[in-house]
């Protein structure tokens, strides 16, 4: 089934032609990246998706319903969470407030405190910050927090924007893997946005890249790994 | 000893309605950065709406006076943010805050309009009269008595919609992140106009508050306005219990200032502290060295 279906969308900043075009479908259970350099327009195009920014032209659908033009907070009530490029935890909120906050959205008591177990037992570092205020975590522990956030949401489709940025290289490979996880043991759709090709698509079944606001190459995640052109441009072979 | 004490009793007294005023300023400017210069004004409308319940229409209770004008109050603010500040969102700072100016004018001659530029007094609610502490030499009249009391009351309910509430997580979220807020499901909108609606009817209660000391007239907005004003930078713009904080110091220090120098003194006190305040610690007594956002 296709989950997400975006069909030629455009986005503007002022006079910035940011998106001319961007095109790509995610299917339930898969996590497909969107790979590029700094500036292709990979935020932009999760901003777009997600509301944030509006369209000038196109169409999103997701599962079935069209989301163009909606506002965010009936968007992520849909199912389409975004986790955003650089964590934005709220910093002088606990770990804790900052996981409930996530299920704001709900209101079914017992689910959120069973899934906030669940996320205790995926990021075992935040049970124990979970007094502390989110602006006092590392780099790291702070993506974990918003992983996790996003999480408590129950999102159809979980959207990750650059989720290694600025992370030691040790924790990288744990958010990563536990990006897998999330994938294979709760069967949750990702559409992950990467910096980090190499990473990304190692753990994607599909990926797409962008460059300067469209989509100039997509495939299988191991046929674009194993591409001359992506291998020299993004994986520094 | 005992002048002193009574200029703290007054000044605590007249200070928790500075409080509660400084709590709308810190409340809005802590969701979206706008200082609203015509928060006065809706004290001022609360202050009328109250003489309007209380004179024409005789035999309301005093407690039901206050939530109407508290709700008249919230409601004005909720239609201005609406009309004059949310079309100006996503233009420079500036602007809003210029809108914030031109409603404040405005509401003060849209006041002289509809209610009159002279002005009304409240029924007699109170037996006159104080409570005398005979060996401490104090006397605290029962209206302070009864203002205190009130402030505390509606203080401890902000503090319990704040932090005991789903909206009040939806508040502290949005003016930490507006957008990541947003990202959480969270109606950001319906979340400013829920914090106008809040932080107004605190001014309207004070409005009321006043009317029942003083006279009401379409201009008293404005000196407890800018008073509180200072209470709020005083305290930590966007801190609420800085906001409590620098209107009670306000309240005291200018009792201080008029019982001991001259009354003249009374209100220039004010704008001095605000000018040292900004040059000595801007971000205020509990403000925090956030850049852009509290």
Redesign the interface.
């Known amino acids: 089934m296709t989950m997400l279906d975006v069909q030629d969308i455009h986005v503007h900043y002022g006079a910035i032609h940011a998106l001319k075009g961007v095109s790509l479908k995610v299917e339930a259970g898969t996590i497909v990246t969107l790979i590029g350099a700094n500036g292709a327009g990979k935020s932009t195009t999760l901003r777009a998706l ?3 920014l509006p369209l000038s032209t196109g169409a999103i659908d997701f599962i079935g319903q069209s989301i163009g033009g909606r ?3 009936k968007i ?2 849909d199912g389409l ?4 490029e650089g964590r ?6 606990t770990v804790k ?1 900052n996981l ?3 299920a ?2 709900r209101h079914d008591k017992t689910g959120i405190k069973s899934d906030l177990e669940q996320i205790y037992q995926l990021f075992p570092r935040l049970k124990e910050r979970l007094s502390q205020a989110a602006g006092t975590l590392s780099g790291g522990e702070q993506q974990m927090l918003a992983i996790g ?1 996003s999480l408590m ?1 129950r999102p159809r489709l979980l959207m990750l924007d650059e989720p290694s940025l600025g992370i030691a290289p040790l924790l990288v490979q744990e958010i990563f893997r536990t990006i897998k996880k999330i994938n294979a043991e709760q069967k949750m759709t990702i559409l992950l946005v990467e910096q980090n090709a190499h990473m990304a698509l190692k753990i994607a079944d599909h990926g797409y890249v962008l460059e300067t606001g469209k989509v100039v190459l997509s495939g299988k995640a191991s046929d674009l790994a194993a591409d001359p052109r992506i291998k020299a441009a993004y994986l520094g072979h | 000893m005992s002048e002193f004490l009574q200029f703290l009793i007054n000044g605590l007294a007249v200070g928790s309605m500075y409080a509660l005023i400084a709590l709308g300023y810190t409340m809005v400017y802590g969701i979206i950065q706008l200082i609203n210069f015509a928060h006065g004004e809706f004290m001022m409308m609360g202050a009328f709406v109250g003489a309007f319940t209380l004179n024409r229409l005789q035999g309301t209770p005093l407690a039901v006076a206050l939530v109407i004008s508290m709700l008249a109050a919230g409601l004005l603010a909720v239609l201005v943010e609406l009309v004059a500040y949310r079309p100006l969102r996503r233009q420079p700072k500036i602007f809003v805050l210029t809108a914030a100016i031109a409603v404040s004018v405005l509401l003060q001659n849209l006041g002289r309009i509809v209610f009159g530029s002279s002005a009304v007094s409240f029924p007699a609610q109170f037996p006159q009269g104080s409570i005398g502490l005979e060996s401490l030499g104090v006397w605290v009249e029962y209206s302070q008595l009864f203002v205190l009391g009130l402030s505390l009351v509606l203080m401890a309910a902000l503090w319990l919609i704040v932090h005991k509430t789903k909206i009040g997580a939806a508040m502290r979220a949005t003016s930490q992140d507006i957008d990541a807020a947003r990202l959480m499901g969270i109606n950001t909108n319906l979340v400013i106009s829920f914090t106008f609606f809040i932080g107004a009817s605190l001014a309207g209660a004070v409005g009321v508050f006043y009317g029942m000391q003083y006279s009401v007239d379409p201009l008293m907005g404005v000196q407890p306005g800018l008073a509180a004003f200072v209470a709020a930078v005083l305290g930590g713009i966007g801190s609420l219990p800085g906001a409590m904080i620098g209107g009670l110091l306000i309240g005291i220090i200018e009792n201080l200032v008029a019982g001991y120098l001259s009354s003249t003194y009374q209100g220039a006190i004010t704008f001095v502290l605000l000018i040292l305040v900004l040059s000595i610690k801007p971000t205020g007594l509990l403000g925090r060295m956030a850049p852009v956002k509290v």
């Open positions: 997600s509301g944030l506002p965010v907070h992520v009530r969470c975004h986790c955003p934005k935890v709220f910093p002088q909120l407030a409930e906050l996530g704001y959205i956030r949401g």
